[in-house]
């Protein structure tokens, strides 16, 4: 009966300690993954261009970075990326963006930035424009939940931490019992 009440106080010490742990956590930004951003299109043809971009898409703010070759008969000069992004589910509205860089030596590289209201599938709509040529793509980005992993990880940590504390106390309680024995047979020793 002892051993079902500490087991008890234990998982009730260990469930309280968690719920500080996590209000102790600050909030932060939404972070959808780590690392470099990647790529959601390679060399994508838009008419006369070639498009690669490479995403971060965050709730909140993602970001895209674009690399476009022109077509070699067209001179250096201002090329302009359009992004329409409009949620698969329900959203606020979409969301737009446009960029403008120079190119030199038929390439231009542009950073832009579009606003992510929720996770989920998001239709693209690129428009390239360079001098009196356009080109255009669609095609969907998956937009990363809005909190990090860190609460994953403390859920699924929880069996082993469970694991964990009773193997330490059947250790503990083991050891106890040798000290016991240990003690008893020098008693009848003497």
Same mark, same amino acid.
């Given at each position: ?5 500490? #087991?008890?106080? @234990? ?15 600050? &909030? ?10 990647? /790529? ?5 043809? &838009? ?22 070759? @022109? ?14 992004? !409009?949620?698969?589910? *329900?959203?606020?509205?979409?969301? =737009? ?34 001098? *009196? ?9 998956? !937009? /990363?939940?809005?909190?990090?992993? #860190? ?11 469970? !694991? ?5 106390? /059947?250790?503990?309680? =083991? ?8 003690? =008893? ?6």
């Amino acid at each position: 009966m002892q051993t079902i009440q500490r #087991w008890l106080i @234990l998982l009730r010490g260990m469930f309280v300690s968690s719920l500080i742990l996590v209000s102790l956590v600050p &909030l932060q930004p939404a972070a959808a993954h780590f690392g470099e951003p990647y /790529t959601v299109l390679y060399d994508q043809k &838009l008419g006369e261009f070639t498009l690669s971009m490479k995403a971060d898409p965050d709730v909140g703010t993602g970001t895209f970075y674009s690399d476009i070759e @022109l077509p070699s008969s067209m001179a250096d000069g201002e090329v302009t990326i359009a992004i329409q992004a !409009v949620a698969d589910a *329900n959203s606020t509205g979409p969301s =737009n963006s446009s960029a403008t860089g120079q190119s030199t030596g038929q390439k231009a590289s542009i950073e832009q930035k579009i606003e992510f209201d929720q996770e989920g599938y998001w239709t693209l709509d690129v428009s390239v424009t360079a001098g *009196n040529q356009t080109g255009q793509h669609q095609f969907k980005v998956l !937009v /990363t939940p809005p909190f990090p992993p #860190w609460i994953t990880t403390l859920i699924c940590l929880a069996p082993f931490l469970m !694991v964990g504390a009773i193997w330490t106390l /059947t250790m503990r309680r =083991n050891a106890m019992l040798k000290q016991q024995q240990a003690e =008893n047979k020098e008693e009848q020793r003497a």
